[in-house]
Nanobody, 125 residues
Framework: VQLQASGGGSVQAGGPHRLTCVAS????????IAWFRQAPGKEREFVAA????????NFAESVKGRFTIDRDNAKNTVYLQMSSLRYDDTAIYYC???????????????????WGQGTLVTVSS
């Protein structure tokens, strides 16, 4: 499967923003799609994941209550809806896909075989 992440840009602190990940090349419903991010000088970290077939979601503690993740099966697309953005949300955001990751392992980068190119979100005042 190929992944195309988009929607990054300069966004205002406290505001909302949405990222998009479009999948192609395989059956969308087979996959769990996740978002990871890498802030300047830091390691890449898990943000959120959604199992496409069930809609079940997982979130990092740092984004719970602020971010949501959803999918549009007709468009083979996953959305990361971000709100109450903080300066420490500034990062390159990557979407990733796996057809075999189990629920307890969805936050693990090594569970994902396919990665998009990343899109930069910069939160500023």
């Amino acid at each position: 499967v190929q992944l195309q992440a988009s929607g990054g840009g300069s966004v205002q602190a406290g505001g909302p923003h949405r990222l998009t990940c479009v999948a192609s090349g395989d059956t969308f419903r087979r996959y769990t799609i996740a978002w990871f991010r890498q802030a300047p000088g830091k390691e890449r970290e898990f943000v959120a994941a959604i199992k496409i077939s069930s809609g079940h979601t997982n979130f990092a503690e740092s984004v719970k209550g602020r971010f949501t993740i959803d999918r549009d099966n007709a468009k083979n697309t996953v959305y990361l809806q971000m709100s109450s953005l903080r300066y420490d949300d500034t990062a390159i955001y990557y979407c990733a896909a796996s057809s075999s990751v189990i629920q307890s392992n969805r936050a693990s980068q090594s569970a994902y075989y396919y990665w998009g190119q990343g899109t930069l979100v910069t939160v500023s005042s």
